[in-house]
C-alpha cells in the first residue's frame, strides 16, 4: 500500500508558475515509477508527465513539453511537478500516482492515486 498526498496547488495569473509536490508513504517508493495527471472540469482524467523509479526516464504530455518538469528525491518520498508558463487551459484537478511498471503514461497502469489538488490559472 502506497499513500499518496498532493499539495501546491492554488491560484495563479497566466505566464506564472507553481510547483506541486506528493510526498508518499508506504512501501518503499523507489519501487515505484510516479506520474502526474490532470482532470479538468467536466474533462477525462489525461496524462501530464511520468518518472521511472530512478528517475533517468521521463516523459511528458505534448501539451506540456517545455513547460513542465517532473522530478523526484527518493530520500524523502518525495515527487514534484514544477510547472512554468501556465495557460488557462491548465486549469484542472492534478492527481500524483504510483506504478509498479516503468514509466507508464496510461492511467490505468498506475496502482495508487492521491486525493488532488486544485490549480486555477487565471486569464
Known amino acids: 500500500q502506497v499513500q499518496l498526498v498532493e499539495s501546491g496547488g492554488g491560484l495563479v495569473q497566466a505566464g506564472g508558475s507553481l510547483r506541486l509536490s506528493c510526498a508518499a508513504s508506504g512501501r518503499t517508493f523507489s519501487s515505484y515509477a510516479m506520474g502526474w495527471f490532470r482532470q479538468a472540469p467536466g474533462k477525462e482524467r489525461d496524462f501530464v508527465a511520468a518518472?521511472?523509479?530512478?528517475?533517468?526516464?521521463?516523459y511528458y504530455a505534448d501539451s506540456v513539453k517545455g513547460r513542465f518538469t517532473i522530478s523526484r528525491d527518493n530520500a524523502k518520498n518525495t515527487v514534484a511537478l514544477e510547472m512554468n508558463s501556465l495557460k488557462p487551459e491548465d486549469t484542472a484537478v492534478y492527481y500524483c500516482?504510483?506504478?509498479?511498471?516503468?514509466?507508464?503514461?496510461?492511467?490505468?497502469?498506475?496502482?495508487?492515486w492521491g486525493q488532488g489538488t486544485q490549480v486555477t490559472v487565471s486569464s
Open positions: 518518472i521511472s523509479w530512478g528517475g533517468a526516464r521521463t
Open positions: 500516482a504510483a506504478s509498479p511498471q516503468g514509466a507508464p503514461t496510461t492511467g490505468r497502469a498506475y496502482a495508487y
